[in-house]
């Protein structure tokens, strides 16, 4: 697993003007760095990252891969609304993703290894569409456990970390 944390720049104006907030690892709280919630632009210039529109790892999320995003729309988000961030980090080589029919793993049981090209992202509507959440290595109890307002799971993705 590679420790470096990627880099990722978010700018208050659209097409990467106004104030800027440089991020390298985990920032659970924009207002805390001095930086307001409102994000026009992202540059991700390492890396992938997963955004928050709220502080605390909370709310809506969106994956972004190395790039640059002159406006929110890019990023597929309704607003300009962001309050935290982190690096996506990769564990290995070896990917596998057991889905369980019901809580606490239980009912019957997909499993998915690397006969399937992409996993870890999981989307409420098929074809990578409707709300995303992304899952880090780890138990998942119920859905509550990655912020999801029911446990439908339409299609998923590895995300791919490119540094």
């Excluded at 993703?97 to 019901?102: Q, V």
């Excluded at 409420?124 to 307002?149: F, K, L, T």
């Amino acid at each position: 697993m590679s420790q470096y944390s990627g880099k990722i720049t978010f700018y208050e104006g659209k097409c990467f003007t106004g104030r800027k907030l440089e991020v390298r690892g985990d920032c659970d709280n924009f207002q805390d760095r001095g930086f307001m919630n409102r994000v026009n632009s992202i540059r991700v210039e390492s890396g992938a990252f997963i955004c928050y529109d709220h502080p605390d790892f909370k709310g809506q999320q969106f994956i972004l891969e190395r790039g640059e995003y002159p406006e929110f729309q890019r990023w597929n988000s309704h607003n300009d609304h962001m309050g935290s961030c982190k690096p996506v980090r990769m564990h290995g080589e070896h990917y596998r993703i057991e889905l369980f029919e019901a809580c606490n793993f239980s009912g019957q049981c997909v499993e998915l290894s690397d006969d399937c090209p992409f996993l870890w992202a999981m989307y409420e509507e098929p074809n990578y569409r409707g709300r995303m959440y992304i899952v880090e290595r780890g138990d998942y109890c119920s859905h509550n456990e990655w912020q999801a307002q029911n446990p439908n799971i339409q299609s998923l993705r590895r995300v791919v970390n490119y540094f």
